[in-house]
């Protein structure tokens, strides 16, 4: 139930998908927590800089208070993981919330995934700066790095919300614009800063993951020539490097954990194609004059899973 008054969605709206409407009810009740509500005194950032730490990272046993080495596979429990929760429960929580509005137009619904949108990026005592300058540290070795930047993957489903949620009235003329402004910003760190080039450039599902956000972000935001830019990067660089002649992911094969990192890279993808495709231009199909192309990865994938 959402409060002693009211019955839940998903027993007065029983047609309807019942996982999305079971979902709002809990979301409903969860006030807004964003990163401000979580510290790491091994962040060298301030209150609103999200921080996290490389999961594959731990301390070494021949220099216990050294720098900390990689251990490729394998996630050192002990390592700041508080900002990433947030943002992945904010992932859940506004895409239910505004999913269950479409539904059932409940106006709690809109209101309160507006609340969380309000908390993340607009109020000054509880906002996350528009960058991820801190994501991704390793002990020792460094405060900050670019593959930090897929922690943010989680904001895709969020963005796609507030195009919903600006239709439905729940925020103001003034604070659309101060959402777009955020992503106008994480934008424009994600593109000109040192990390945000160095994921850009990234040659496996870290590049393809930048991709994706720079095309929504960009979407949300009206930036056309961002957009173009990235049609043109799927087609010129991300295919050719990340793709081999039978369809496969080379550097995904090479990780402890293969198949995994296939199914994800494929599926950050097809993510891709579905933002980019055009009647004129379908990313699904296209395809490089040798044959390579999202289509064929997929079929590898397949056989992958079959095998």
Request: net charge neutral.
């Amino acid at each position: 139930m959402l409060d002693s008054g009211k019955s839940s969605l998903a027993s007065r709206s029983r047609a309807m998908p019942s996982t999305i409407l079971s979902a709002a009810d809990r979301y409903v009740q969860e006030l807004p927590v964003t990163i401000t509500a979580f510290s790491s005194p091994r962040s060298a950032g301030g209150q609103h800089d999200y921080f996290s730490e490389g999961d594959y990272w731990w301390p070494d046993p021949q220099n216990p208070s050294g720098p900390y080495i990689r251990r490729d596979g394998m996630s050192n429990p002990d390592n700041f993981t508080a900002h990433r929760h947030a943002l992945i429960q904010l992932s859940l929580q506004v895409p239910a919330l505004t999913a269950a509005w479409l539904l059932t137009r409940e106006l709690r619904c809109e209101a309160h995934a507006a609340k969380h949108l309000r908390a993340w990026f607009l109020d000054p005592a509880t906002l996350m700066h528009a960058n991820l300058q801190y994501a991704q540290a390793i002990h020792g070795v460094t405060t900050g790095r670019g593959t930090g930047i897929i922690d943010t993957i989680h904001l895709v489903e969020v963005v796609r919300s507030i195009s919903i949620l600006e239709k439905s009235g729940a925020l103001s003329a003034a604070e659309m614009r101060g959402l777009r402004k955020w992503f106008v910003d994480y934008l424009d760190w994600m593109t000109t800063s040192k990390n945000g080039q160095e994921e850009r450039d990234a040659k496996n599902n870290h590049g393809t993951c930048w991709l994706m956000q720079g095309l929504e972000f960009a979407t949300f935001t009206a930036d056309n020539e961002l957009r173009e830019s990235c049609r043109k990067r799927f087609k010129e660089v991300l295919l050719p490097e990340q793709i081999a002649e039978n369809g496969s992911f080379p550097r995904e094969l090479s990780r402890t954990k293969p198949y995994g990192y296939c199914l994800f890279n494929l599926d950050v993808m097809s993510t891709v194609c579905q933002i980019l495709s055009t009647r004129e231009d379908n990313l699904f199909s296209y395809s490089l004059p040798d044959g390579r192309g999202f289509a064929k990865s997929n079929g590898f994938c397949v056989s992958l899973h079959r095998g």
